[in-house]
């Protein structure tokens, strides 16, 4: 028994110290200015997956299996989840390998689709590409305490924010099926991944889509 101890013991000290290598890591990542991050990024950042809820409980799912673009979505009916695979037409195969977040030379942050550039945030120093119209509190996507001066918050850098977008600007994700009333871009900097989501008001649903280099 007083083994057994001394390896729990033994094995939550291993734990505990990784986790505190990982709070300092994130805490170094986020004490390097906005300028600094998004220099270290210029360049494109290929799609990797996307994952979407729509309606009360359809979800569905985008990833990149042996290098093929595979997608699935399931739903819950009668409190079973019944599961299916989602056939992609030639043009979302398309858009998908092309879907990138480009960081230009003028650290400007923009949404591409096979060079052609829709969502783009200019660069700002001093917070988020703030285009909100109504409060942050309203909106379970942003973290508590958002506002326009928000740069890092729970780890990520904080790019843009808007809820009053034009539709041609997130038009490349119609096959997703999400409402597109609002968008947010981000960087997380422990798991260095750009992050956009968008979402609809209401039912309108959500969809995340991650981007690595």
Wanted: charged share 15%; hydrophobic share 40%; glycine share 8%.
């Amino acid at each position: 028994m007083k083994y057994l101890n001394k390896t729990l013991i033994f094995s939550f000290a291993i734990l505990l110290g990784f986790a505190v290598m990982g709070f300092k890591l994130a805490e170094k990542q986020q004490n390097r200015s906005k300028r600094e991050i998004l220099q270290s990024l210029v360049g494109s950042h290929s799609l990797s997956s996307i994952s979407a809820l729509m309606g009360a409980n359809t979800l569905s799912d985008y990833s990149i299996v042996n290098g093929q673009w595979n997608a699935n979505s399931s739903s819950l009916y009668m409190g079973q989840r019944y599961a299916e695979n989602l056939q992609l037409e030639p043009e979302t195969i398309k858009t998908l390998n092309g879907l990138k977040i480009t960081v230009g030379a003028d650290l400007s942050v923009a949404v591409t689709v096979n060079d052609m550039k829709y969502l783009n945030s200019p660069f700002n120093e001093n917070g988020p590409n703030y285009q909100l119209k109504k409060s942050p509190a309203g909106y379970y996507q942003l973290p508590e305490g958002f506002s326009a001066r928000t740069t890092f918050i729970d780890g990520a850098l904080y790019i843009f924010a808007g809820d009053n977008i034009a539709g041609s600007e997130t038009a490349f994700a119609d096959f997703i099926g999400v409402m597109r009333d609002a968008a947010i871009i981000r960087y997380n900097v422990e798991s260095k991944n750009f992050e956009l989501i968008i979402w609809g008001e209401g039912f309108g649903g959500t969809a995340t889509l991650s981007f690595y280099k």
